[in-house]
């Protein structure tokens, strides 16, 4: 029975984009499923819930530690918290320090100058567990790979099996309760036009703002600066109804060229590149089915890219009529 591993993957954001995004398609190419929350911008106990069950839920947890500390909480970063939870609830982990000959070439912007000792600590911290120290992303999406194929043989998990065994009425009962999710997020989204007591909230604008800030050329040829360029923001709106139900990446790019030109040659690498890019902010993921000559590959949104998507149309709708 061949087994899909979740594995939480977590960071602070702004400094390990380019990092965390070499790691979510290093394990996506693996055919485990990617979960990350260190872009969540948790600021209360009900957040700090929703974190704790998707780590809950995830079979391994990875964690990447440069020289910036991170949001915090009382005194202490999530990104802290997240690891010292899952290492309390038994979950294997690994953590990736930055090698100190790296540290101390950094520029400014990527230290926490002021939080060096809550760093420092959290590096001993992480030392105490099975740690590996990388150099740049290239360097770190191998040595993840090769910890979590040794964690894979000396902690196996239970991880999550093809649909294709689970017995068909828990199919038919999981087919039904998706068909519940499309219903209630129709019906939000339906009420956004009427109803103007929606409060978007802090950490969903600042995701929006994230994704404004990517364009379509970083993932697609044909573009150039001086196009008017569309962001990460605008292709996850285009598509976010044909993902809500579910889509193989063919599917994606056909739904993506009837709202972007110069987008013909795109292939299934590109589009790859860009479900990666969402599957970072944590608003797709996938599911595989056999079929005769192999396997079907489906994404679809998470819970939280169904909640997304109806505040990002609310936040845009907010930003036109002011």
């Not at 005194?75 to 320090?97: C, D, H, N, R």
Request: glycine share 4%; proline share 3%.
């Amino acid at each position: 029975m061949e087994v899909k591993y979740q594995i939480f993957v977590s960071s602070t954001f702004t400094d390990l984009q380019e990092e965390r995004r070499k790691v979510i398609e290093m394990i996506m190419n693996m055919g485990h499923i990617p979960i990350g929350m260190e872009a969540f911008q948790a600021s209360d106990s009900t957040q700090w819930e929703y974190i704790t069950r998707r780590i809950d839920e995830s079979d391994y947890y990875v964690v990447i530690i440069a020289e910036r500390y991170g949001s915090m909480l009382d005194g202490k970063s999530y990104t802290q918290m997240e690891y010292e939870y899952a290492t309390a609830k038994g979950i294997p982990v690994v953590a990736f320090l930055l090698a100190d000959h790296v540290r101390r070439t950094l520029p400014v912007d990527r230290v926490d100058v002021d939080l060096r000792m809550q760093v420092e600590a959290f590096r001993n911290l992480a030392k105490e567990k099975l740690s590996k120290f990388w150099t740049n992303p290239d360097d770190l999406s191998g040595k993840v790979a090769l910890a979590l194929h040794e964690l894979f043989r000396d902690k196996p998990r239970n991880g999550w099996v093809k649909a294709s065994t689970v017995p068909s009425m828990q199919v038919m009962e999981e087919i039904s309760r998706l068909s519940e999710e499309k219903r209630l997020l129709q019906e939000k989204l339906s009420a956004l036009s009427g109803n103007t007591s929606i409060t978007v909230p802090p950490d969903v604008v600042y995701r929006i703002q994230e994704m404004s800030m990517s364009f379509i050329n970083e993932y697609f040829d044909g573009y150039h600066i001086e196009d008017e360029l569309a962001s990460v923001l605008d292709m996850f709106l285009a598509c976010h109804k044909r993902l809500a139900i579910g889509c193989a990446p063919y599917e994606l790019i056909q739904t993506l060229r009837l709202h972007f030109d110069k987008i013909e040659g795109t292939d299934m690498e590109d589009v790859a590149k860009l479900l990666a890019e969402f599957s970072s902010h944590n608003l797709v993921e996938f599911t595989q089915t056999p079929k005769k000559n192999g396997i079907n590959t489906t994404f679809h949104l998470t819970t939280y890219g169904k909640d997304f998507a109806m505040y990002a149309n609310k936040y845009l709708i907010d930003q036109m009529i002011r």
